[in-house]
């Protein structure tokens, strides 16, 4: 029988009216100042015994309902970064504009950028249950950690351990399917590729043309990769590609792509000088590329913008040896799922994904960022050897930690995920299906400092994070705040 049973419409309305406060508080990765200072000042008006670390996490006490005291303690957790992306042509500062969250049709989203959902939502959750007088709970702490999206957690890898050792339970909330309990996540590993270029000055004869897409889904690299998304940063580079194999020389001036190397790009750009006899020819590979594009991705892309047109020529290019280098370097890396799960159906084990390629007119080095998930060792071994091969028979750069961010697989014998499945079902009515999830969570680094600690991850639907699509169905919002809830007032009661 449900312990909690308030509506789901009313917690919608403080979870909501937090998560568009904090989406007024500009908090791209890394650039945590703003956020953790108003999610301190928000610990602190509300008098919860609160700490703010040397690196930005925010952790608050919340003292237990009376009678509860002798529950164990149990911590709710959430990032508080967020990748910012934004339309194309759309005039936003991710540094300095608010995200302007919009409810329309039953869902959250927001106009023209990533919304922040992931994991904002995750964090208004957390607040209402430390607020709420409805909520039945032991001793609660609530964790925000910052710089979760950069591959490289320095959040939950600078926090203090006792603030997660004490604890019994950890609830993470930064899963993005709505009826499900996440109990294993994946790694993730980084490969920045770079080499320093040589330009020289273009000549009378030649024309100079930028190759576009743009419009793409893009979406988060972990659990959109096996829908079929498309990547911008590969379909440019095809073309530049099949110059090469048909040794028709070409000199890049610049090729930018990608937002964040744990997202899909969805746009990509190349300015590239071609011999006025060779003019054809790139139009003739453009065109052929642009058909079969469209013929892969019609099912799944819509609305994107992939042009070919001349643009006034530069007064220098990258040398042919070293514009033929980078594009064979994007054309060497695989991109999409690596390899299936064998103890998950259906779940992706591991993946790559190309999410930033940096090379602006003047730059004298070429950089790419490349990025692996993966919740075993042995595909990111193998990576390993193969990326360090392609950059040793390239002559380029490859600078990578043999010891990747681990992934996380809960215990066998815990008994959080049933005690979860079962708050979920009493308060909702649905069936909650406990799976693991290809994407990481900072619950592996959790993990390794207790092996008392049981921990899940959930949350809300979060549909296209990382993109300008991302939404929230808004009924999946309080449903899910209210089973945590629920499943706080079992705790409790132990």
């Excluded at 042509?89 to 504009?97: I, P, V």
């Excluded at 039953?106 to 964090?123: K, P, Q, V, Y």
């Excluded at 071609?274 to 052929?288: R, T, W, Y």
């Excluded at 019609?298 to 006034?312: H, K, L, M, Q």
Aim: proline share 4%; with cysteine.
């Amino acid at each position: 029988m449900a312990v909690f049973k308030v509506d789901p419409e009313v917690i919608n309305g403080y979870v909501i009216e937090q998560f568009k406060k904090m989406a007024a508080v500009p908090r791209p990765t890394n650039y945590m100042e703003k956020i953790s200072a108003y999610l301190s000042g928000w610990a602190k008006e509300h008098g919860f015994e609160h700490w703010q670390d040397k690196v930005g996490n925010v952790i608050f006490d919340v003292p237990a309902t009376k009678g509860c005291e002798g529950a164990p303690l149990t911590i709710l957790q959430a990032h508080m970064d967020m990748v910012c992306v934004a339309e194309e042509g759309k005039a936003f500062d991710k540094f300095n504009d608010p995200i302007s969250v919009i409810q329309k049709d039953g869902f959250l989203t927001a106009e023209g950028t990533s919304m922040g959902g992931d994991d904002a939502i995750g964090i208004a959750m957390a607040m209402y249950a430390a607020v709420s007088d409805d909520v039945t709970h032991g001793p609660l702490r609530v964790i925000c950690t910052v710089n979760e999206e950069g591959g490289d957690p320095s959040g939950a890898g600078n926090l203090e351990h006792r603030f997660v050792t004490e604890a019994g339970y950890l609830i993470n909330i930064d899963s993005e399917d709505y009826a499900t309990c996440t109990v294993a996540a994946c790694g993730f590993a980084a490969y920045p590729f770079s080499f320093k270029c040589t330009r020289e000055a273009t000549v009378s004869g030649q024309r100079a043309y930028k190759i576009e897409l743009s419009g793409l889904l893009g979406g988060h690299s972990g659990v959109d990769i096996a829908k079929n998304r498309a990547s911008a940063i590969k379909a440019v580079n095809y073309i530049l590609a099949q110059m090469t194999h048909k040794k028709i020389p070409f000199y890049l001036n610049s090729f930018n792509g990608g937002v964040s190397m744990a997202a899909i790009p969805p746009n990509a750009s190349a300015v590239v000088v071609v011999d006025e006899a060779n003019e054809g020819a790139l139009k003739e590979i453009f065109e052929f590329t642009k058909k079969y594009f469209a013929k892969q991705f019609d099912r799944t892309e819509a609305g994107y913008i992939f042009t070919c047109n001349e643009v006034p020529l530069p007064e220098k290019a990258l040398t042919a040896a070293d514009s033929a280098k980078a594009v064979s370097l994007i054309a060497a890396v695989r991109v999409g799922v690596n390899t299936i799960s064998q103890r998950y159906a259906g779940i992706t084990e591991s993946s790559i994904n190309i999410g930033q390629i940096a090379f602006n007119e003047g730059d004298e080095s070429f950089n790419l960022f490349v990025a692996m998930r993966t919740s075993s060792e042995w595909p990111v071994m193998l990576a390993n050897v193969e990326f360090a091969s392609i950059a040793a028979a390239m002559g380029v750069s490859c600078e990578f930690r043999e010891q990747f961010s681990i992934g996380w697989v809960e215990k066998e014998g815990a008994k959080l995920p049933g005690m979860y499945a079962e708050a979920f079902e009493e308060y909702t009515g649905d069936k909650c299906v406990i799976t693991a999830v290809h994407g990481g969570l900072e619950c592996a680094a959790f993990s390794q400092w207790s092996e008392d600690i049981e921990i899940i991850s959930v949350g809300p639907t979060v549909v296209s994070p990382h993109s300008t699509g991302e939404r929230i169905p808004i009924e999946t919002i309080g449903k899910t705040a209210g089973a945590i809830a629920n499943l706080l007032g079992k705790i409790a009661l132990m």
